[in-house]
């Protein structure tokens, strides 16, 4: 496609871009800062990478997990950690605690479209020299944190993470302070999830929130266009039993956190506040257990509505979701946005005396078109993110089922048919929309790859291979350039034989696609490329634009 090598012909005319927007600054709403060790610049993108320090000491065979068991949980394994810290065979360990997580550093890497490194930022953490102050981690190996996004004036980048030390196991199942749960197994001590966000001031500032507690937040996207910011967030809640605590209901799904003024220290968020939620009922399904439908994984906005995924779970559905703030547009659990809808901006009125028996009021529908089977039954839905190249064209990542069940492990991942980047297209006779095909040229889906430093051969915890493969896609965001070609960028989810796969050294890698090709032979002709790597005892999570950047540029090139 020539429109895709017009613009690798352009890093002459990108670095003028750049160097002529880096001194941009603007006004911040909030009063707590931390300064960034670099400066991102527009018309960049950036890559959220986390990376296990591999201390051996970090874990010690034998050891009890998860941290601090609850009796009163009933689901404390037996024996003890089979591995020590060393990576990557300490995330052997998850086969013996289901939970086991180690927290780690996050580096927003900044590119620039070509692949060419700018500069690597540390997010603030104890593992910084002298670190003091507001900071945050995420828990390796959790495969759906630090999503990137940036805010809905462009301007603020947003993810998602933990307050608290480096090397602390176990905390993406842990509580929050306001939201405990008796039978969390996970007895970890409390911890806030946090907002992490940087804007063109250069500054990172951190809100905390008591909201996914038992489980994580994934993604994060500040509306600072509608009076008073406040984020909209996904993610899960809850790692105990039934029935869950009014807290764990409040705080899964989609929520709705205001931006703090204040130091972490200072803060004291209060109970989640919900700003969405769906339930298999509006489908005429019979109702799930209270809390167990809402476990979102990605979000976007386009055109003022608010879009949300999910791809895992066995309640609900794996699919896409839309909030509806008109109430009109999905009778049966199914439609389309309403024209002139507004993006939600208060949140989700409920009756606390009904929360247990009915949980929060459904405000959400199925995208038209998009599968509405129960995840239980489901066979080949798994869509992690969200893309719109336009009002009518929509691009999924699909992560793949990340199957791990034999010698076929490679050969399982290979045969996918919808694993990979989907398109979708808006019918203008239906109403609806539908799939024309799946990206999947270059992704080398079951191919196993090497990586320096990394074990060969089988891993004897599991019987299976080392050797990390791609299995589908993650994060995606992109572009339309010249000619109508969408570029697309994806971190990629893998298969191995390793004790978690999301422990396994993934790729971030480029597709493109003429928009208005629904040809699915035309397309398989267009192979994607390897961009980025992670090393050994690295991840790669998210991608994004950097704030301030104007995609319209490379459209005119």
């Known amino acids: 496609m020539t429109a895709y090598f017009r613009l690798r012909s352009l890093p002459a005319a990108l670095g003028l871009a750049v160097a002529g927007l880096a001194g941009i600054a603007a006004p911040c709403v909030y009063a707590q800062s931390t300064p960034a060790a670099a400066p991102l610049y527009p018309n960049n993108l950036v890559v959220s990478r986390a990376v296990y320090d591999n201390k051996a000491g970090n874990v010690t065979v034998g050891q009890a997990l998860p941290p601090n068991c609850s009796a ?15 990576y990557p065979y300490v995330f052997n360990n998850v086969l013996y605690d289901p939970a086991f997580g180690i927290t780690s550093q996050i580096y927003l890497d900044q590119v620039t479209v070509f692949g060419q490194p700018i500069n690597s930022i540390p997010v603030p953490s104890s593992a910084l020299p002298g670190a003091g102050g507001d900071q945050m981690v995420t828990s390796f190996s959790s495969k759906s944190e630090i999503a990137l996004q940036l805010s809905t004036d462009g301007n603020v980048l947003s993810f998602m993470g933990y307050v608290a030390p480096i090397d602390a196991i176990d905390v993406s199942n842990s509580s929050t302070p306001m939201a405990p749960d008796p039978t969390n197994p996970d007895g970890q001590t409390p911890a806030y999830r946090a907002v992490a966000s940087i804007g063109l001031d250069n500054q990172f500032h951190f809100t905390e929130t008591n909201a996914y507690s038992g489980n994580n937040g994934r993604a994060v996207i500040l ?36 931006p703090s003024l204040l130091s972490e220290a200072a803060q004291a968020p209060g109970l989640p506040t919900p700003v969405a939620s769906f339930s298999v009922a509006e489908l005429g399904q019979k109702a799930d257990k209270v809390g167990k439908d809402d476990n979102f994984r990605g979000e976007t906005i386009f055109n003022n509505v608010l879009y949300y995924s999910k791809d895992s779970g066995s309640n609900g559905v794996n699919t896409v979701y839309f909030v509806d703030t008109v109430g009109t547009a999905c009778p049966s659990g199914t439609g389309l946005p309403v024209a002139g809808a507004k993006l939600p901006t208060a949140p989700l009125s409920y009756d606390p005396s009904t929360l247990q028996s009915n949980g929060l009021p459904s405000n959400m529908c199925i995208l038209a078109g998009f599968p509405t089977t129960l995840a239980k039954n489901s066979t080949g839905s798994y869509p992690a993110s969200l893309w719109f190249a336009n009002a009518t064209t929509l691009y999924v990542a699909d992560e793949g089922d990340a199957y791990t069940g034999g010698s076929d492990l490679y050969t399982h991942a290979a045969a996918q048919t919808t694993a990979g980047l989907q398109k979708w ?34 891993n004897t915890a599991t019987g299976l291979p080392w050797a990390p493969a791609t299995d589908g896609l993650r994060n995606i965001t992109g572009l339309v350039g010249p000619d109508g070609v969408a570029v697309i960028w994806a971190i990629t989810a893998t298969v191995s034989g390793g004790g978690d796969l999301g422990a396994d050294p993934n790729k971030l890698v480029v597709l493109y696609d003429l928009i208005g090709n629904t040809d699915a032979s035309v397309a398989a002709g267009e192979p994607g490329f390897d961009f980025k790597d992670a090393k050994f005892g690295e991840v790669l999570r998210g991608v994004s634009f950097t704030p301030g950047s104007d995609l319209g540029f490379f459209q005119n090139q």
């Not at 509608?226 to 869950?244: E, L």
Request: proline share 7%; net charge neutral.
């Open 223 to 258: 509306n600072n266009s509608y009076g008073n910011p406040f984020f909209y967030t996904a993610g899960n809640a809850g790692n105990g039993s039934n029935p869950q605590p009014n807290g764990v209901v409040l705080g899964a799904g989609a929520q709705s956190v205001v």
């Open 72 to 86: 009163a949980s009933g689901a404390c394994p037996t024996g003890g950690a089979t591995a020590n810290g060393t």
């Open 425 to 458: 297209v808006l019918s203008a006779s239906t109403h609806t929309w539908q799939h024309v095909y799946t990206l999947q040229n270059g992704l080398g889906l079951g191919t196993p790859y090497t990586v320096a430093g990394y074990p060969t051969g089988n």
